[in-house]
């Protein structure tokens, strides 16, 4: 890639794929002393750290596989085995997708570290002190995002925050930390991130595709609650900072969220960029229905029969019908119709598909989110009356009514209420096994989720249990680094 195309790119913040930029492989003191020396190079190399959520598989798509599908939102559908062995909690070291996503999400971690290790070294006129320190907030707020995907996914994980510059087993063959260590690395790196990274940076579509000290904060109020020991005040501190950006964060009309139409907007605190074409984005081609991709093949990630009667429970029209289309298909669907000619539920967030080529981005955190966060961290403290207020803001602009007395009768009940409104709001969002182990009710809602096969006529045995919760270590990775253990 021409040195002034991607500069070019960098300014319109279309992040094109740099990912042989760099890599994993240890590279001698003597390149890495000499591969940044000027702004146009660090900023090339923070492009490259950016462009890891359109070139990762994790966060084009799978995301919905390990998150939605793996919980009760979402059946496999299509035809891949190793899809359907996610969708049964089945999941081998040996499955291909945990190596494909372990060295992916290291591989983002490695350039992230190369730019906040290059870019204070860097004596070029052009590159000032105030855009050095943006980068470096940039790079910490991407550090941290991988790093929070792999201790959401996997637990306690290697935590490496240098380059590799040697080959010697020692350099290379790093243990894993303490969960509690990645959780203290990803808080701190944000704080710092938050002090700084501005609010704006004046175009809405450069300030949504960008980390901003909004970004930081609400980053960091995700990992608090995630957290073992989770710091309810600390969510709090963080989610007032993001209430209190220059960028104005609000809720929008809840349909104009997943139109297709409204890139960047208001309610978004940053999202993946797509433009179509080579900058596509492959995910909705996968899932949407035929009408709409112009295919006829069985698709992935269909919603669940517990899903919509949870939609249809709540009576929330305006959600399902912005999040769930239904579609009379000549395949066979063991859940919804054993038969061709059924008529089945699509996951419809995204709306074009345009041959593995989308223009449709894809929200990395909204305020939507923020506020069921804070009315979780709300109810946590005791603040009852201030969650209900919260929970009512999402609800109303999901035109229902405010929670009832019964709804909002205790804090356990209204915790309840809580993780239903967010399984609603954030359904295709990547969100609900997350919220199920922040809750503690993983194991309870696989094991009491009532799914029957058609073909058989008999329920699903998830047998879910603790060990299950996480990811387990992607074998090839077992095998080249005996420093970890399974």
């Given at each position: 890639?021409?040195?002034?195309?991607?500069?070019?790119?960098?300014?319109?913040?279309?992040?094109?794929?740099?990912d042989d930029f760099l890599d994993l492989t240890p590279i001698s003191e003597e390149t890495s002393a000499?591969?940044?020396?000027?702004?146009?190079?660090?900023?090339?190399?923070l492009t490259g750290s950016y462009e890891s959520f359109q070139s990762s598989e994790y966060y084009v798509w799978d995301y919905l596989l390990f998150q939605d599908m793996r919980a009760d939102n979402n059946y496999a559908g299509g035809d891949n085995p190793e899809i359907f062995a996610i969708d049964f909690l089945d999941i081998a070291p040996t499955h291909s997708r945990l190596f494909t996503h372990w060295s992916n999400l290291y591989n983002a971690i490695s350039k992230a570290n190369v730019v906040l290790e290059r870019v204070n070294q860097i004596s070029d006129a052009q590159l000032t002190d105030e855009r050095k320190a943006q980068i470096r907030g940039e790079a910490l707020f991407l550090r941290s995002?991988?790093?929070?995907?792999?201790?959401?996914?996997?637990g306690s994980v290697p935590l490496i925050t240098s380059s590799i510059k040697a080959t010697t087993a020692e350099s290379v063959n790093i243990p894993k930390s303490p969960i509690e260590d990645i959780y203290a690395q990803i808080t701190d790196d944000l704080e710092l991130a938050a002090t700084l990274l501005p609010d704006t940076y004046g175009s809405s579509s450069i300030t949504k595709a960008r980390a901003t000290a909004g970004a930081a904060h609400a980053l960091a109020a995700k990992a608090y609650a995630q957290q073992p020991n989770p710091n309810y005040d600390a969510v709090l501190a963080h989610i007032r900072e993001v209430e209190n950006s220059a960028a104005g964060y609000t809720l929008i009309n809840y349909s104009e969220l997943f139109d297709g139409n409204n890139p960047n907007n208001a309610e978004s605190i940053i999202e993946v960029q797509y433009l179509g074409g080579n900058e596509g984005n492959f995910g909705p081609q996968l899932l949407l229905p035929p009408s709409v991709t112009g295919d006829t093949w069985r698709k992935f990630v269909t919603p669940s029969v517990d899903l919509i009667s949870a939609f249809d429970a709540e009576e929330d029209t305006v959600r399902k019908n912005a999040s769930i289309l239904f579609e009379q298909v000549q395949w066979v669907d063991e859940f919804w119709g054993n038969s061709a000619g059924s008529t089945?539920?699509?996951?419809?967030?995204?709306?074009?598909?345009?041959?593995?080529?989308?223009?449709?981005?894809?929200?990395?955190?909204?305020?939507?989110?923020?506020?069921?966060?804070?009315?979780e961290a709300l109810n946590e403290l005791n603040q009852l009356d201030a969650a209900v207020i919260e929970v009512n803001r999402i609800r109303n602009r999901a035109q229902l009514p405010d929670l009832?007395?019964?709804?909002?009768?205790?804090?356990?009940v209204l915790k309840q209420n809580i993780l239903k409104e967010r399984r609603l709001e954030l359904f295709q969002e990547g969100q609900r096994w997350d919220d199920l182990v922040r809750y503690g009710e993983i194991i309870t809602t696989m094991n009491n989720l009532l799914e029957i096969d058609l073909r058989t006529n008999t329920a699903i045995n998830y047998?879910?249990?603790?060990?299950?919760?996480?990811?387990p270590i992607p074998q090839q990775e077992l095998d080249r680094n005996p420093a970890l253990e399974p």
């Open positions: 890639m021409k040195l002034n195309t991607i500069l070019i790119i960098l300014g319109l913040l279309l992040f094109t794929n740099c000499d591969a940044y020396t000027t702004a146009s190079q660090i900023e090339a190399a995002y991988h790093y929070f995907t792999l201790a959401k996914l996997w089945i539920p699509f996951s419809y967030k995204w709306k074009n598909a345009n041959g593995f080529a989308s223009p449709d981005n894809t929200y990395l955190i909204r305020y939507g989110d923020i506020v069921l966060l804070k009315a009832t007395d019964t709804q909002k009768s205790s804090k356990s047998n879910m249990t603790a060990s299950k919760i996480f990811l």
